[in-house]
């Protein structure tokens, strides 16, 4: 069974479109961002892309895509392939960007797609913390140590994650419309999280070591529902 994916997914991220909309705008801003300050690494004189836990790519930025030459979109949803296309198609294809959709398990199968696209930047779209719901789920040490493996596996690569850093309750009703929190640069996670009204205790998805020590994070908030609220966290890793 797909605990962060499939059907329920697809029904929630529908129906949460507009809730959801200031943070899929602001990862949007970060990644067109990222896109002016680095140069993704050519492929035959082309840039290319390999997402990770596309799903129909609810949150994902068509503008962002675009960019890219190619793109390999990886799920293990059935779903996720044609819902991607029908999302992100016309738009990649009016770019020129070709689009690949592929149902696997791509983070088992990390090793082989890496060395079959050899020079494809990586990113991870909001996938690694669901790791600690599936097989593993009650060996949290282990989730940890397979978290901290990937940017092992990465070293020499461009990448990029977003990824759930923590969840939970919050003490208010977010209201429907309401402005999304906004990290300051000098707030310590205590702060953040009053910020966030979060109520006590969170969940911790066990993502604080994915990226290499010293990289520069983003934090967004994700007002999930009426109640629950993700602190969502993004890094982009360079050679
Ligand atoms: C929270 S959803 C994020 C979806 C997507 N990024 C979006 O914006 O709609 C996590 C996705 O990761 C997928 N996933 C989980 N484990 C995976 C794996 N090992 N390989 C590929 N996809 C995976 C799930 O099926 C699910 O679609």
């Not at 605990?3 to 959801?20: D, F, P, Y």
């Not at 996720?80 to 960007?97: I, N, P, Q, Y």
């Not at 789920?137 to 759930?164: M, N, Y």
Request: contains cysteine; positive net charge.
């Amino acid at each position: 069974m797909n605990l962060t994916g499939g059907i329920a997914w697809h029904w929630l991220a529908w129906r949460s479109k507009a809730r959801w909309a200031p943070t899929s705008h602001a990862i949007e801003q970060w990644l067109l961002l990222n896109a002016q300050a680095f140069k993704p690494v050519e492929v035959q004189g082309q840039p290319s892309l390999l997402l990770i836990g596309a799903s129909a790519g609810w949150m994902m930025s068509s503008q962002w895509l675009k960019q890219f030459a190619r793109v390999d979109a990886y799920d293990i949803d059935p779903l996720a392939a044609v819902l991607f296309k029908w999302r992100h198609v016309a738009a990649l294809k009016a770019a020129g960007t070709e689009l690949h959709c592929h149902t696997r398990d791509a983070l088992q199968d990390l090793p082989s797609l890496l060395s079959s696209h050899p020079k494809a930047c990586v990113f991870f779209d909001n996938v690694l913390g669901q790791l600690r719901f599936q097989n593993l789920a009650t060996d949290w040490p282990l989730v940890e140590r397979r978290l901290k493996q990937f940017k092992v596996l990465l070293k020499g690569r461009e990448w990029g994650s977003i990824h759930d850093r923590m969840s939970g309750p919050t003490t208010n009703p977010i209201e429907h419309i309401s402005d999304l929190p906004v990290r300051h640069a000098d707030w310590h996670d205590q702060k953040w999280l009053a910020q966030l009204d979060a109520q006590s205790p969170w969940l911790d998805h066990l993502t604080n070591a994915i990226f290499p020590a010293g990289l520069a994070v983003q934090d967004f908030a994700w007002n999930f529902s009426p109640n629950y609220r993700h602190w969502l966290q993004a890094g982009w890793v360079r050679p």
